[in-house]
């Protein structure tokens, strides 16, 4: 089971970005899943979760610009970010609870995508 994560790049300040990040492989499910990020020289941070009935959670630093969802049918998530600051610059990393075939829930990490923001 692998996830990869994409729609990073270079935007201005009060741009916006989408990100997605695609669970694929063997699953049977997919349970909650998250955004993290990880600016250099600190420590990776969670910026947004969903649950598998999509309840969310923010970390108070995105509230209101950021919106987590996602689409079980694709076992795909996306993170639509808006309003965005030199501060959310950071490499994005997505990560999930998924239940492979012939396996016991996992919890995975994708590889990661950079986003700059330029002031």
């Known amino acids: 089971v692998q996830l990869q994560a994409s729609g990073g790049g270079l935007v201005q300040a009060g741009g916006s970005l989408r990100l997605s990040c695609a669970a694929s492989?063997?699953?049977?499910?997919?349970?909650?899943m998250a955004w993290y990020r990880q600016a250099p020289g600190k420590h990776r941070e969670l910026v947004a979760r969903?649950?598998?009935?999509?309840?969310?959670t923010y970390a108070d630093s995105v509230k209101g610009r950021f919106t987590i969802s996602r689409d079980n049918a694709e076992n795909t998530m996306y993170l639509q970010m808006s309003t965005l600051e030199p501060g959310d610059t950071a490499v994005y990393y997505c990560?999930?609870?998924?239940?492979?075939?012939?396996?016991?829930?996992?919890?995975?990490w994708g590889e990661g995508t950079q986003v700059t923001v330029s002031s």
């Open positions: 990560n999930a609870n998924v239940k492979p075939s012939g396996s016991t829930w996992a919890n995975v």
């Open positions: 492989g063997s699953l049977i499910s997919v349970n909650n």
């Open positions: 969903i649950t598998s009935v999509s309840v969310t």
